[in-house]
């Protein structure tokens, strides 16, 4: 079994403190998820290396509000806050605004509606970047030079 194979299914977490409070928002404790909590330790070279990062299996999370990637309430917060960047930069209404976020990190499913293709939850690297930025470039698209005043943006069509 390949080290890929092993943690199949499962999103990082973070730090036992990341696991711990997404276990309370939940309403769950540990030992209620036999199987379903995997670790591991972050070579050296890494952020965070020699660190414990706990793991959870997919089937646990469950979107947050509007936002089908949303695995907690602090990722949440973070979609609720780039979706107004939208709304406040762009003047865009607050639905297109949803689906385009929706759009970035998630998929259709026919039976089961939008379906993340990425989940938000615990120490997520989308939190590296500032939601203006994700803004932008979930508006624009991240190809284009959004960044540039002087260049000719134009918007991704709206979903």
């Known amino acids: 079994m390949s080290i890929l194979d092993e943690y199949e299914g499962y999103e990082p977490i973070g730090p036992q403190e990341d696991l711990i409070r997404l276990l309370a928002e939940y309403n769950l404790r540990e030992e209620d998820l036999q199987g379903a909590i995997r670790t591991?330790?972050?070579?050296?070279?890494?952020?965070?290396?020699?660190?414990?990062?706990?793991?959870?299996?997919?089937?646990?999370?469950?979107?947050?509000?509007?936002?089908?990637?949303?695995?907690?309430?602090e990722a949440l917060d973070f979609?609720?806050?780039?979706a107004d960047e939208m709304v406040h930069a762009f003047g865009i209404s607050r639905a297109e605004a949803v689906a385009r976020v929706n759009r970035q990190w998630s998929e259709p499913?026919?039976?089961?509606?939008?379906?993340?293709?990425?989940?938000?939850?615990?120490?997520?690297l989308v939190y590296h970047d500032e939601p203006a930025d994700w803004a932008t470039g979930i508006y624009y698209g991240f190809e284009d030079r959004w960044w540039d005043a002087d260049g000719d943006r134009q918007p991704l069509p709206a979903p």
Do not use: K
């Not at 050296?44 to 089937?59: C, K, P």
């Open 40 to 73: 591991r330790t972050l070579p050296s070279g890494v952020a965070n290396a020699d660190e414990t990062q706990y793991l959870v299996h997919r089937s646990i999370l469950r979107p947050h509000g509007a936002f089908s990637c949303a695995g907690d309430n």
């Open 79 to 82: 979609c609720e806050t780039v």
């Open 109 to 124: 499913e026919a039976s089961l509606g939008e379906v993340p293709r990425v989940w938000i939850v615990g120490s997520d």
